[in-house]
């Protein structure tokens, strides 16, 4: 059995008119870890999570989850994985509780039993008393539960999360913040895009820098941003610290020859 959750070798992708997204990305992500994806806009990011959850057409290289390749046992691969877009995309339309059981049925459970799945993780996500009312009125961050809900339903060993708190209050991403570590505490593997530093510092134990779709750095926060970067300080010198890493500096916790 492989230990890896996610491993990518070789990934590139040019989309049309030559504009390159991944030049020989390399990438191990261990199984039960909680990993950040980092990296300015044009990255690449999405386009590896489009990859891994078979969004984007794979043009070199190969990408194993948990040992399965997801173009040649889709099946295998994919039904052990999660995935939380950045974009809202369920039908606003249809209630709460259909989105979930149709989401469940689509990964083979039967409808008992996916009634049951969409009550707990209703339930867990706090939907629980808006089971019947379709989501057009809920807000951002509701929203947001209804997508992480929708994707635990079927009891991912891998969760992929394409900037989950983009756009929330304080409030709801500490929220967000609570049940992912509960989820990766209970076993769960998390693979994380976001852009905000300190959701990098302080829920990661590693994190990927992409920059021009090469991965320039895969580290713990500590090396990345510095030795307080875990200690809920220094907030202010994230961004210098990131910035410098992108312009091609060493990582903070890095020792010079």
Same mark, same amino acid.
């Given at each position: 059995m492989s230990q890896a959750a996610?491993?990518?070798?070789?990934? @590139?992708?040019?989309?049309?008119?030559?504009?390159?997204?991944?030049?020989?990305?390399?990438?191990?992500?261990?199984?039960?870890?909680?990993?950040?994806?980092?990296?300015?806009?044009?990255?690449?990011? $999405?386009?590896?999570?489009?990859?891994?959850?078979?969004?984007?057409r794979l043009e070199a290289g190969?990408?194993?989850?948990?040992? @399965?390749?997801?173009?040649?046992?889709?099946?295998?691969?994919?039904?052990?994985?999660?995935?939380?877009?950045?974009?809202? /995309?369920? /039908?606003?339309?249809?209630?709460? /509780?259909?989105?979930?059981e149709t989401q469940a049925m689509?990964?083979?459970?039967?409808?008992?039993?996916?009634?049951?799945?969409? *009550?707990?993780?209703?339930?867990?996500? &706090?939907?629980?008393? *808006?089971?019947?009312?379709?989501?057009?009125?809920?807000? &951002? #961050?509701?929203?947001?539960?209804?997508?992480?809900?929708?994707?635990?339903?079927?009891?991912?060993?891998?969760?992929?999360?394409?900037?989950?708190?983009?756009?929330?209050?304080?409030?709801?991403?500490?929220?967000?913040?609570?049940?992912?570590?509960?989820? /990766?505490?209970?076993?769960?593997?998390?693979?994380? $895009? $976001? @852009?905000?530093?300190?959701?990098?510092?302080?829920?990661?134990?590693?994190?990927?820098?992409?920059?021009? #779709?090469?991965?320039?750095?895969?580290?713990?926060?500590?090396?990345?941003?510095?030795?307080?970067?875990?200690?809920?300080?220094?907030?202010?010198?994230?961004?210098?610290?990131?910035?410098?890493?992108?312009?091609?500096?060493?990582?903070?916790?890095?020792?010079?020859?």
């Amino acid at each position: 059995m492989s230990q890896a959750a996610i491993e990518l070798q070789g990934l @590139h992708k040019t989309y049309k008119g030559g504009q390159p997204a991944l030049a020989g990305v390399d990438l191990s992500v261990p199984r039960g870890a909680f990993h950040g994806l980092l990296g300015p806009n044009g990255a690449g990011k $999405s386009t590896l999570i489009g990859l891994m959850t078979g969004l984007v057409r794979l043009e070199a290289g190969s990408v194993r989850l948990f040992g @399965h390749d997801p173009e040649r046992d889709p099946v295998a691969a994919r039904r052990r994985v999660g995935l939380v877009p950045q974009e809202v /995309n369920f /039908n606003s339309f249809e209630p709460i /509780n259909e989105i979930i059981e149709t989401q469940a049925m689509y990964y083979g459970l039967p409808r008992r039993r996916a009634r049951e799945r969409t *009550r707990v993780v209703l339930e867990r996500v &706090g939907l629980e008393e *808006r089971t019947t009312r379709k989501p057009w009125g809920l807000s &951002g #961050g509701m929203k947001r539960r209804l997508m992480l809900a929708r994707a635990l339903v079927h009891e991912p060993e891998l969760l992929i999360l394409d900037e989950p708190t983009a756009g929330l209050d304080v409030e709801a991403r500490r929220d967000t913040w609570a049940l992912l570590q509960e989820l /990766n505490t209970a076993g769960t593997t998390i693979l994380m $895009s $976001s @852009h905000y530093l300190e959701e990098m510092r302080d829920l990661c134990q590693t994190v990927a820098v992409l920059k021009e #779709g090469r991965l320039i750095a895969n580290d713990t926060p500590e090396r990345l941003f510095g030795a307080d970067a875990g200690s809920g300080t220094g907030d202010q010198g994230l961004e210098t610290r990131f910035l410098r890493l992108l312009e091609g500096g060493e990582p903070e916790g890095e020792e010079k020859p």
